[in-house]
């Protein structure tokens, strides 16, 4: 039977049924006609298997134990296609130890501003090393018959708002810098499935967004998986299947798979949109577990033949992997000669992160790790290394008695190592942090340390980037990250020398927070938050500006030393290819991130100074030289044209630059091509001079409108605004009711804790739609009492509405709750 065939068997109801999940953590499945589920689980930095299928609540039941692997930031840096490989390879092998068919992730939104919380799960600033370090992950995991969901598709750059939000992004930007990595995916790994993001692209939620999922994705980009929804993402479940959206998830306990069905009886949704739908759902489930009517005759009827194959897994030889892979990781950022220690030295640690390492943030990611270990439990393996705690690893402000045994340790010590990090609940998926810095208490005992020695070392545990006001009083600094359960170990190894550091930093660290180009546009306004610095994102602004920043993207120090030389760039017909040589210049062995800018300094088109668009990560003995070839595609050299609606490429010369970082270039050259011309930029320069030749942090209205090429959407509330249940609880707080109700949810928030984090659990109920709250609750919350509240933060049949939300145990007349209502 073909798929058609199967589909045209099920009724209209089962059809239906296929686009929303089965719970939450399985598609559909319809035992009349042997439709087995497939089941997925979180990632993407070890598998987040969850106990209970049936309790769609995020914080349902526990999880599974598995290995803890470096955290994308952490994983980004090693700038090692090999790496993300051999993580997928290792994760698809825990996933089927499991029977899950499938890992919701990588997730691979660019770094917008080094503030938002999830930053340490994306990968890069760049999208050009997003998408090739994403690629390999995603052909790792399903050269293994596991499938990936890559998320969040697209432009979920913030945790603030992200289930309301609407990013306000001109076209060329959204191709150039957040569709970018996306495609590249898509096109060089085929992932089995795509997960559209919470957020809103120019005023349309992507679970609705038919340009982006269909349009672009299919006609464009050629995808052939399935489009599942984030968790809670569904606004309008018709709207959404005729967009592109094949699966809604979790379940919504069937309300979005009735207004499919109704909506095709009355004609507003076509069924051959939901047969397209269901069509890609049933493709993929048929590759994992196989529809036996569709392989009637066949032999093998499972298609996934080594599910639940334990043989190959064993949890102790991933963590072995997890730690060769930190190793990869971890970015020397200075040093200044006390690295590599000497086993000799009497020796420091300071700070409980050395105890206690933070390996990993919180949310969704969140992993149960099977074994954790401290840097100072894996350095007394080398060394006899004294400890004093300093500080606790959450601690805001210092305690004398700790600090002061803390100094006195440091001046005895010939070397005193710091670890400092951020906190747990600094840093995670649900909210934002508000600055750089790190908590005072680790700052000051930082700062009294360096008055009595200037041998310190600093090491740091965090997902992304931190202010280092004492850079210039310690002697070295290594970046550990988020660096996964074997980190300590990595950790230890590289501060004794064991390992070679060759981590590279895939996103710019700021001097300050006032520096970042989008400083005055994040998290945004109410409704809309908008990218005016454009493509200007990361290094691209900060070079485009000349501003000076506290570490550039690509920096990272060896403990050897690497020298460049013969570049050749010789311009095929179909790409330009370039060679140049390197050679360990230095007496140990290591390894050196090599790396190609384009850059276009003239031209009718503004584009940043220069833009990574090939890397390689090299080997090499002491003495050792190796000859080094990247090949650039004409896409290297292109921008995205709003008037051709196509990428394209400005003839003439191209700046070649490489480097070691991209601010210590050490080879240069130039190539020019000839293209046949492409129609008339819309951008010209007398309209848009800030972009050109300004800063673009600072864009006006009307500039911006004009690179948008569209009116600028509302940024806040009317007075009067109607409000839906798309809206939050954060949305309606200045309503009446709102006020009443946001201060009872608060409340009611008080001692609960969301996979992780309690501020990820408050930001779950204050900014999560409304639609929600009946969608998700299992029945705890009706949709009558949703629908009363929206009447009530809308002023509408007010003594009605209270009475319905009365009986639901919310007395909004009194303020109070006068049921448990969790
Ligand atoms: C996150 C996703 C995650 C999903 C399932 C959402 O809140 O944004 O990244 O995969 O939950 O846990």
Redesign the pocket.
Known sequence: MTLKELIGQMTLAEKAMFTEGKNAWETPALERLSVPSIRVA?GPHGVRKQNDTEDTT?EAAGTVTSVCFPSASALAASFNRGVFAMLGETLAKECKSLDVDMI?GP?INIKRSPLCGRNFEYVSEDPYLTGELAGAYVKGVQRHNVGVSV??FAANNQEKKRMTISAVIDDRTLREIYLSAFESVVKSARPDSL?CSYNGINGVFSSQNRKLLHDILRDEWGYDGFVMS??GAVHDRPIGVASGLDLGMPSSGGVDAKAVEEAVKNGTLDESLLDEAVANILKKVDKYKGIPLLHEGDSVTARNSESSDNSQFNRSDDHKIARKIASECMVLLKNEGMLPLSTSEKIVFIGEFARKPRFQGAG?SHIEAFRVSSPLAAARHFADVRYKKGFGCDDEKLDEKLAEEAVLAARKAAVTVVFAGLPDEYES?GFDRDSLKLPEAQNELIRRICKVTPNIIVCLQNGSPVSMPWINDVNAVLECYLAGEAGGEACARILFGKTNPSGKLAETFPLKLSDTPCFDNFPGKAKTVEYREAIYVGYRYYDKVSKEVLFPFGHGLSYTTFAYSDLKISNEIDDVKINFKIKNSGRCAGAEVAQVYVGRPTGQVHRAVRELKGFEKIYLEPGEEREITVILDRRAFSYYSVGDAAWTIEPGSYHISVGSSSRDIRLRGVVTLDTVGAKENPHRAEELSTYFFGDPAKIGDEEFTKLLGMPLPEADYAPDEKFTLYNSLEDVKNTRFGKVFYKLAKLACKGHTLLGSKKMFETNVLETQMRNYFTWSGGRVTEDTAKALLGLFNNEDIEKNLKIVASAGIDLVKGRLTKRND
């Open positions: 979180d995020p919701l997730a998320k969040h997960m984030d968790w969704s998926e």
